[in-house]
């Protein structure tokens, strides 16, 4: 089974507006933590922002928040202000607290192609 | 400072030789991550390394692939007999250590590998 999913192979948005991309997550750890990644086409993986599975608040960056539902097990991006920078591969990603050698890496989804439209 | 540096950044070599990747972590970050992403598509991971600790293995694709890191700091990762399959762009990432759930990982530019 995929750790991380993304269903969203492409996303469009206008300019100005906010774009929500989804990531569900498979884990039977009672502590894992979620990352969201901007890849541009220059290739430089960028990290955006955190939650912590004992975070109670949703995380939030600038205008990144994430919509953290850990009983549905989903951690949103939300990009608020979208602007033709934000263009990219976004993606999403897992460290779960596996114990052994497996803690620490983490596990991405395949991605997200936002696309931003003046 | 300066950020996590990969050399070369750009490989072509034929079917069947050996090639090695080097990766600089940031200074003072004891976790170092290797990855692969082929184009399009998402990183698949494949070695990691924590401190003094056994490296986890878990992601090698084939015992073609193998990685070291020498004193802590450096890492190499070779790969012999070079197939076309693969080539992609070798990510190697470090963090300040995987004991600390927050910790990001911090992404160098990548080594594009093209197998002739």
């Known amino acids: 089974a995929q750790k991380i999913t993304q269903t969203q192979p492409g996303m469009f948005v206008q300019e100005k507006e906010a774009v929500t991309l989804d990531c569900t997550y498979d884990?039977?750890?009672?502590?894992?933590?979620l990352f969201w990644y901007k890849q541009p086409s220059s290739g430089e993986m960028i990290f955006l922002i955190y939650?912590?599975?004992?975070?109670?608040q949703n995380a939030t960056e600038g205008r990144y928040s994430l919509n953290f539902q850990k009983a549905r097990k989903s951690a949103n991006l939300v990009i608020s202000a979208s602007q033709l920078g934000d263009s990219a591969m976004y993606f999403c990603?897992?460290?779960?607290?596996?114990?052994?050698?497996?803690?620490?890496?983490?596990?991405f989804g395949q991605g997200t192609i936002l696309t931003v439209h003046p | 400072g300066a950020g996590v540096s990969q050399s070369p950044s750009n490989k072509v070599t034929e079917k069947g030789k050996d090639v090695e990747l080097r990766c600089d972590p940031i200074?003072?970050?004891?976790?170092l991550y290797w990855y692969r992403q082929s184009l399009g598509q998402g990183l698949e991971f494949l070695i990691y390394?924590?401190?003094?600790?056994?490296?986890?293995k878990s992601g090698l694709p084939s015992d073609r692939f193998s990685a070291e890191r020498t004193g802590g700091s450096v890492s190499t990762l070779t790969i012999q007999r070079t197939q076309q399959e693969d080539s992609a762009v070798y990510l190697c990432?470090?963090?300040?250590?995987?004991?600390?759930?927050?910790?990001?990982?911090?992404f160098g530019n990548g080594t594009r590998l093209t197998v002739t």
């Open positions: 990603a897992m460290r779960e607290d596996s114990g052994g050698t497996s803690y620490g890496k983490l596990t």
């Open positions: 884990t039977s750890d009672q502590s894992y933590g």
């Open positions: 939650q912590g599975s004992y975070d109670e």
């Open positions: 990432a470090s963090s300040l250590s995987s004991a600390y759930y927050n910790s990001p990982l911090h």
């Open positions: 200074s003072g970050h004891t976790a």
């Open positions: 390394f924590q401190g003094n600790s056994a490296p986890d």
